[in-house]
């Protein structure tokens, strides 16, 4: 995303930096950066950052936009091809069939927590190559959750967090399927 030129200049400032308020200049306006207040420079202020409580993992919470909130009654969802991505979605669905695909998604931030309330659904969500998920978070009851991506910790430009209860339904996660064959082919 920096051309470079701009990389050139950040990496000479990361290079001579002293404090980690000179660092936090070259990394303010990436996306995915989350900073605790007390780090941030008084100009961003505008923009509040959630304090990261504990040693537990911080998530995102909503951001200054807000969660997308999905609903569906016996419904089709998708959000497909270029689409503006905040750090939480919440699905409140019932009957309905629901189509997430990030592959050419905006992103916000690197982590996205979707938080599902789902009854008799069928939830798919399509990430690109690199990214990463953890549907360790999710309760299902009659019901399944699977994921065909890597899980584990952050990685990557892209990690999806899905938590939530899902009866009588299922939740899919999985790369397009024309990485998932080329994989296959490449024996990876």
């Known amino acids: 995303m920096l051309s470079l030129g701009e990389f050139t200049e950040r990496m000479d400032t990361v290079l001579a930096a002293k404090t980690r308020g000179d660092l936090n200049q070259v990394l ?5 950066i989350q900073m ?12 509040p950052v959630q304090p990261q409580a504990g040693s537990a993992p911080a998530y995102p919470a909503a951001g200054p936009g807000g969660p997308l909130v999905l609903k569906g009654r016996l419904s089709s969802l998708t959000r ?22 990030f592959t050419e998604a905006v992103m916000q931030t690197q982590v996205v927590r979707i938080e599902v309330n789902d009854s008799f659904s069928s ?25 065909k991506v890597r899980g584990g910790a952050p990685f990557g430009p892209l990690h999806v967090v899905v938590v939530g209860k899902i009866f009588c339904g299922n939740v899919n996660v999985a790369h397009p ?12």
């Open 36 to 47: 605790r207040p007390e780090y941030l420079p008084q100009t961003t202020a505008a923009f």
């Open 80 to 101: 497909k091809g270029r689409w503006d991505v905040p750090s939480v979605i919440r699905l409140d669905t019932f009957a309905s069939s629901v189509t997430l695909d």
């Open 28 to 32: 303010i306006d990436l996306p995915g």
């Open 177 to 188: 399927f024309a990485t998932r064959l080329r994989k296959f082919i490449n024996g990876a």
């Open 123 to 147: 939830i798919s969500i399509v990430l690109p190559a690199e990214a990463t998920a953890d549907i360790n978070g999710v309760e299902t009851v009659a019901s399944s959750a699977t994921t």
